[in-house]
């Protein structure tokens, strides 16, 4: 894994000349999917990254140690293992790139892991009174302290929304920056919540602020707002995303999440990256995809190319 | 659950495990077997389809069409000869006479039927057209194909309202319609649709590369129900386009093409009556401002020049990039041209395929040789390219300037010329520095801005912050050497429609050598037979102080720059005044002017024009029975009548006045998210021959339509009875009307129209004349592709309202530029 990005000081003149036209960006991100398509091996190649890349993700109000077991043991198994093995990935150790739960479920993810052998797989932990960051500061840095020493190696933080409506993107740096060093050891991933930014500027802007102020990851949305993650959202992202790299020579990964519920999309997500990024932003240190549904769907994906026939529902293991 | 049956794995190199680390794309292709079935069923040999089968006269020679990407033979066609060319036009014919009359509400069903059967078909086209031009199946299949579906629904439209919506015309006849080979379907139903909406028939000749589309449209067609010899196709080469266009029995030639094709089709059917559309080249400009959105403008530029090979007529291959921002534009785009993908059309994973043929890849890359040795700067992914079959990298050029060839030239290739401008202003003096007028893009965020270059560039699309939107609903056409005409919309409807009033002219066949039209001056002095008027003073009477015509232009009298005089002669024989020999230094003088003036007029409010049109019909009823008196003095006529003519010459004035506000454009209802508006801008300066009948009438049915649209003019009134027009001077004087927007030279009709139709500086003639004057016009306008409108010796009744203030009159006086506005900027809460 690269180095972490250590953020910069805040500046704000590297987006105040910006200017992010919606058509002509869902222009763009119409064509995506339409400019470029896998098929056959490369498909199931493709898939399986897309699996590698997941973070496999609970939040509910009902989530306890019967589902979140469940869940960590399909991360550590992510595909079926007849389905791996002709596909001749048996050596591989295919997992998902992470788990992701409320800072309350990081414990019962500690133990799941361990009993199925699965340490290696990150956990991740939504914090910072998440989904809305409607909480004290003091309160929002305490509970990523808490998940970190529950044991939570990723930390996905709501940004302030009242700092980007109002433009006060000094603010958004300065919280972020406060996360950043709260998260110590453990990566940080800003959720902009960009359904509620209200303009693409916004989203460019919110994006860079977090950069600046050391994000490992940008990410979309929380899952809970309106809108989610959609291709004309993540292209302003990552185009941010090229932008803060040109300047500071940093790679920070991208995060789309909510609504991503499709192998097709997956593959679709996955040419995002690599048309826009490069290939460096197809692994799980700069990539991940924020989904619960979504592995279903590829496994079933992958059982049709294994055994040319749709697989029921039922066949697949849920997670 | 047995896994048994599992599949094998492949080979190591392209094993899942290896893509897995690689995360290359592979091949994706789209299947051929179709197509191929298709061609099979043909025994990969092709006739014509005339009258609604197959024709396959004996003894053609052939000719191979090829997949360019490939260079896999696909079938064989036939080279068309004079016979096949009557054959085919014979059927058309015979087919117009019913078709023509059948009710619009019965052709807007054949049109209805073409479109659903298009969409039936829609792969099988999609796949035809990208194997047979090379082209990306990608964009046959998002772009070209649904284009064409859509085309046909639209004017299935309007063929059911035609009776309201083009009240007032009526069919033409025989359309011989003559398409490239870059958007082989996509073009050809740009002609046809319209004209059998419209009630025409047609005689269609693809190009050579790409005959299958049109061949199997025809099929379709004809499945679709579509009466035999309504739409016909010939496949042939260069010269059998010719045969066509020349045929006798074909009333119009719709061409799509090359500005060299333009004009020789244009010297090929002038003087003959027919009538003639012509969308040629471009070198369209993409301007890029400092408030753009860069890399959205980046993925613009990717549309404007990286479409279809380049090999667009309205490409984007002058990128003009505000120095602020231009090596950042550059390096992004040169950043994008590192994952761009160039292969097989089959292949859905390609940004780019095939040049259609090995001829037009060497010629691209003269272009760029030749602009190497003259020190540019190439940028070329070089290793997106396919080792086999015809294929040139997308490329950009900078280090180029004005004076460089591929600057000034169009290239038809994926090559970009980049050029940095400081200022709005000047980016619009780069953007106008050419002889094209197609098309352009301005990228910002600035909408005062974007509103403002939009209209000031000359050419016949704009699009802003997007490049390369086409729909059915909004005319396709150039400025310039672009040519003229519409494809699509309303405005694109009035190709393939002539005044109900009007038969087809068909001048006998002109003799004479138009090198020596309008050389020689032949007037002579005429002393002793002049009529001489005497008035009563005190008692005595005393000859009339003379009175001297001049010239006018530059919103003064002038002498003529040789200072002839030519006698005005009543029917009596009797010299009734002297008006000035005007030359081409006069010529010259008043284009000058007129073109100095043409700004300002344009951009005055259309109330203010309105009110100086209607100071004109004031001032001359002031005149009424002085101007009266004067037809009377020239022609010989009757007074009543001369009256009368004043009195309609006023009414006219009323028209225009009244349409000076009310003729702009209007919003066309494309597919577009946002605002498609149609203007109707002023043609330029247009010079204009008016007839010898109806000396005041004449005049001012002619220079009203053309001023009040914002034109300026250069006018050569009745070349017998010119007076009436100088009277008409000290009306404009006195109507507030600003020097230089009417300008006025008396003389030699034809003299001066030689000199006014030769002036590259004219963008319109108007020439009311004899048949061989017509021809000259239609003939001469082809070196800069001016518009004509030529009468070609036959007169009309300018007394009539249809045939003396027809819609025709502002068809003639405007041309339609569509500038596409997206909106949009709300995308969650």
């Not at chain 2, 196709?233 to 009333?251: E, F, K, Q």
């Not at chain 2, 007839?691 to 001023?707: H, R, Y």
Request: aromatic fraction near 8%; glycine fraction near 8%.
């Amino acid at each position: 894994m690269s180095d972490r990005n250590p953020g910069t000081e805040f500046d704000a003149s590297w987006f105040e000349n910006i200017y992010i036209n919606l058509p002509a960006v869902k222009r763009r991100a119409e064509t995506l999917g339409t400019r470029r398509t896998v098929k056959k091996q490369w498909q199931a190649a493709w898939l399986l990254r897309a699996v590698s890349c997941i973070d496999l993700t609970t939040l509910s109000g009902d989530d306890t140690p019967a589902n979140v077991s469940r869940l960590c043991f399909k991360a550590k198994h992510p595909v079926r293992e007849d389905i791996i093995k002709a596909l001749g990935m048996e050596n591989e150790n295919i997992t998902v790139g992470a788990v992701c739960v409320y800072p309350n479920r990081v414990p019962d993810c500690v133990n799941a892991m361990k009993a199925c052998n699965g340490t290696e797989i990150p956990i991740a932990s939504v914090a910072t009174g998440f989904p809305t960051g409607q909480v004290p500061l003091k309160t929002r840095l305490e509970e990523i302290k808490l998940a970190v020493e529950d044991g939570a190696t990723e930390i996905d933080i709501v940004i302030n929304r009242n700092y980007a409506l109002n433009q006060n993107w000094k603010g958004v740096y300065e919280e972020v920056r406060m996360m950043r060093e709260a998260c110590g050891k453990a990566h940080l991933k800003t959720i902009l919540a960009t359904g509620e930014l209200g303009s693409m500027t916004n989203v460019y802007k919110a994006s860079l602020a977090c950069m600046m102020a050391g994000a490992d990851f940008i990410k979309t949305s929380t899952g809970k707002e309106g809108v989610n993650a959609t291709f004309p959202v993540a292209l302003v992202m990552v185009r941010a995303i090229r932008e803060y790299y040109q300047r500071t020579g940093h790679k920070v990964g991208f995060k789309p999440a909510g609504g991503i519920r499709s192998a097709k999309d997956a593959c679709t997500w996955l040419i995002l990256m690599k048309e826009e990024l490069g290939d460096d932003w197809l692994s799980p240190h700069l990539f991940r995809l924020g989904a619960s549904s979504l592995l279903i769907d590829i496994e079933r994906q992958l059982f049709h190319y294994v055994y040319g026939r749709y697989a029921a529902t039922h066949e697949i293991p849920m997670s | 659950m047995a896994a048994s049956s599992a599949q094998k794995v492949d080979k190591p190199a392209n094993s899942v495990s290896e893509i897995f680390k690689s995360m290359s794309y592979g091949p994706a292709p789209e299947a051929d077997n179709v197509v191929k079935a298709w061609l099979d069923d043909h025994n990969r040999a092709f006739g014509h389809f005339i009258n609604g089968e197959w024709v396959k006269p004996e003894g053609r020679k052939t000719y191979q069409t090829k997949n360019p990407a490939t260079g896999e033979v696909l079938a064989s066609t036939i080279q068309g000869e004079q016979e096949d060319v009557d054959m085919a036009v014979k059927a058309a014919e015979k087919a117009y006479q019913s078709w023509s009359k059948t009710l619009p509400h019965v052709r807007a069903r054949h049109l209805y039927s073409i479109a659903r059967h298009i969409q039936k078909h829609m792969r099988l086209f999609s796949v035809v057209e990208a194997m047979d031009n090379g082209k990306t199946f990608r964009e046959t299949r998002d772009a070209d194909v649904p284009i064409v579906v859509r085309h046909f629904y639209h004017h299935a439209g309007w063929a059911q309202l035609m009776d309201t919506e083009m009240r007032g015309w009526k069919s033409v006849g025989v359309i011989g319609a003559i398409v490239p080979w870059n958007f082989p379907l996509m073009l050809l139903t740009w002609k046809i649709a319209p004209a059998l909406a419209m009630g025409n028939t047609v005689v269609l000749k693809p190009a050579t590369y790409t005959r299958l589309s049109a061949l199997l449209l025809a099929e379709v067609c004809a499945e679709a129900g579509l009466p035999p010899g309504v739409f016909n196709v010939i496949t042939g080469g260069g010269a059998m386009g010719s045969l066509l266009a020349d045929h006798r029995l074909v009333d119009k030639v719709a061409f799509t093409g090359s500005t060299g094709v333009g004009q020789t089709l244009r010297r090929l059917t002038a003087g003959s009556g027919k009538k003639l559309s012509l969308e040629l080249g471009g070198k369209s400009p993409v301007v890029v401002f400092e408030s753009a959105d860069l890399d959205s403008a980046v993925e613009g530029v990717v549309d404007a020049i990286w479409f279809n090979q380049g090999q667009v007529c309205s490409a984007g291959s002058r990128l003009l990039v505000q120095e602020s921002i231009h090596d950042k534009m550059v390096e992004k785009l040169k950043e994008r041209l590192t994952h761009f993908r160039v292969g097989d059309s089959l292949d859905k994973g390609m940004d780019m395929g095939a040049i259609v043929d090995e001829s037009q890849r060497k010629s691209i890359d003269e272009y760029v040789e030749d602009a190497r040795k003259e020190g540019a700067q190439i940028f070329q992914f070089k290793e997106s390219i396919p080792s086999k079959g015809c294929y040139y990298p997308p490329t950009i050029i900078t280090n180029v300037q004005t004076v460089s060839r591929v600057v000034v030239e169009e290239i038809f290739g994926p090559v970009l010329v980049v050029l940095p401008f400081r200022t709005a202003k000047e980016s619009i003096a780069l953007s106008n520095n050419t002889i094209y007028g197609l098309g352009g893009s301005v990228w910002t965020e600035n909408v005062s801005l974007a509103l403002e270059v939009a209209l000031s560039i000359k050419a016949g699309t704009i699009w802003v912050n997007c490049h390369n939107l086409f729909d059915a609903a909004a005319g396709f056409g150039g400025y310039r050497q672009s040519g003229y005409g519409r494809d699509g919309g309303k405005e694109g409807l009035f190709e393939y429609v002539r005044p109900a009033w009007e038969e087809r002219p068909r001048p006998g066949k002109v003799e004479g050598d138009l090198k020596k039209f309008g050389a020689t001056l032949p007037n002579r002095p005429t002393v002793g037979n002049n009529e001489t008027v005497e008035i009563p003073v005190n008692g005595l009477s005393v000859p009339s102080i003379d009175r001297t015509y001049k010239m006018y232009y530059g919103g003064a009298q002038k002498r003529p720059d040789a200072p002839y005089s030519r006698p005005v002669v009543n029917p009596a024989g009797k010299v009734v005044g002297h008006v000035g020999e005007g030359n081409r230094k006069d010529v010259r003088n008043a284009v000058e002017t007129a073109h100095a003036a043409a700004p300002g007029w344009g951009k005055r409010a259309a109330h203010n024009r309105a009110q100086i049109v209607y100071y004109m019909a004031e001032n001359l009823e002031l005149r009424r029975d002085e101007v009266a008196g004067r037809i009377q003095q020239m022609t010989g006529g009757k007074l009543e009548e001369c009256r009368s003519e004043v009195d309609i010459s006023i009414q006219r004035l009323f028209h225009w006045g009244a349409y000076c506000d009310k003729y702009g454009g209007g919003i066309q209802e494309t597919t577009l998210y946002g605002a498609t508006v149609k203007i109707h801008e002023p043609v330029g300066v247009i010079g204009i021959a008016c007839p010898d009948e109806f000396p005041l009438l004449g005049f001012v049915s002619l220079f009203a339509p053309a001023v009040i649209r914002g034109n300026t003019i250069v006018i050569v009134p009745s070349q017998k009875y010119p007076l009436s027009a100088l009277d008409f001077y000290q009306v404009f004087e006195t109507s507030d009307l600003p020097a230089g927007v009417v300008n006025i030279l008396t003389g030699d009709r034809d003299h001066l129209t030689k000199y006014l139709t030769e002036h590259q500086d004219i963008q319109s003639m108007w020439y009311f004349g004899s048949a061989e004057g017509s021809k000259f016009v239609e003939h001469e306008s082809a070196e800069n592709v001016k518009r004509t409108w030529v009468n070609y010796g036959i007169a009309r009744d300018w007394m009539d309202p249809e045939q003396g203030q027809g819609e025709e009159f502002l068809y003639h006086s405007v041309q339609c530029k569509n500038i596409w506005i997206p909106m949009g900027d709300i995308f969650a809460n």
